[in-house]
């Protein structure tokens, strides 16, 4: 039998419709980041953002029943996540200036950002399955802010300059294989 | 074939695009490939890293969920419909301003009084259902919202229930009773 963390999100849902608590603390390992990061980055404190962080799971368990793309999970996560940022903010008066319109409204879904956030989460979670040292090359070649140049790159990985290239373009192809095994952002 | 350095690459993706680049991109599925892997890191790469919340968390939620059910979808609907009059009401009606239903069906009589956002989002539903039979079980009330179930509460017989809640338009109350009926009353402003 597949371990839960396995399982795409249709199984993950029927099984929690089952009742099986090992699939409900899958479906919340895969998306517990997402969901976290959303809520902090609509203004709201730590604090405030555990807090909607547990409604939105609350409200999902609730909704199971009823989820019609399983797939489409972030998405769901990230309407329920602005909706409820919304609700405390305006219970708490707490909310950053400008944020709230768009954090309510489905029609306005900033679907773009959900999309790359959620491309980042499994594309860190193939670079942790792909293994150093391409994922710290990876890592600090794209993810770095601000990005750097080949010498800082070199500087920070320890590796000569001239040995960059070549491992970089042999990491790309790992990670590429790696990510037509995941299917990840297709 | 000759295929473009990465640096080339790399400033085609940020959006120099030369047509020779263009030119080759179509007809060289490795090239596009590595392409569509750089456009892909980069996008991940831009909308910074995810943050991951305290484990305890998640076993705060486990244990809330593991007393609660999920709601399960109705098995048969019964649409309250709302009145040409209330509907006129609801289209003429300030924000603010409460709009009625009260309707007397098979078994069963309901009043909801529905009273739109004025400048939050926030809806204020206040409702009674008196049942003919079985007033000794708990109805349960349901707010939904396509997919979502927002709130879920437990009513009685007689007694006064009030939702207050954020919800776009086009939200769903359903009144589940004991009997496997479910009532269903839309919004009236949608
Ligand atoms: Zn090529």
Sequence with gaps: MSSAQDLNNSELVRRCLDGDDDAWRALMQRYKSLVYTMALRTGLDQEAAQEVFQLVWIELYRSLARIREPDALPGWLSIATRRLCYRHAMDRSRWVEGTFEEMVDPGEAPDAFVENLDLRRKLEETLDEVGEPCA??????????PPLSYDEVARKTEMPRGTIGPLRSRCLTKLMKAMKATEVGS | MKHPSWEQWLTFVSGDETSELAVHLEACGECSREVELIRRLQSAGAVGSLVSPPDALLDEIESQTASM????????EEQVEWELADVRGAQTASP???????????????????????????????????????????????????????????????????????????????????????????????
């Design chain 2, 96 to 190: 603010g301003e409460p709009v009625f239903l009260a309707r007397s069906l098979p078994g069963v009589q309901l009043s909801v009084l529905v009273t739109a956002p004025q400048a939050e989002r926030r809806w204020r539903l206040q409702g009674q259902v008196w049942v003919d039979r079985g007033g000794d079980r708990p109805i349960r009330v349901v707010l939904a919202h396509a997919d979502h179930v927002l709130c879920e509460l437990q009513t009685r017989d007689g007694d006064q229930f009030t939702i207050d809640e954020v919800s776009d338009h086009g939200w769903k109350l359903e009144i589940h009773l004991a009997d496997d009926r479910t009532l269903v009353i839309e919004d009236p402003f949608a």
């Design chain 2, 69 to 76: 059910r999920p709601v399960a979808n109705a098995q048969t």
């Design chain 1, 136 to 145: 710290s090359l990876i890592r600090i070649l794209f993810f770095h802010s």
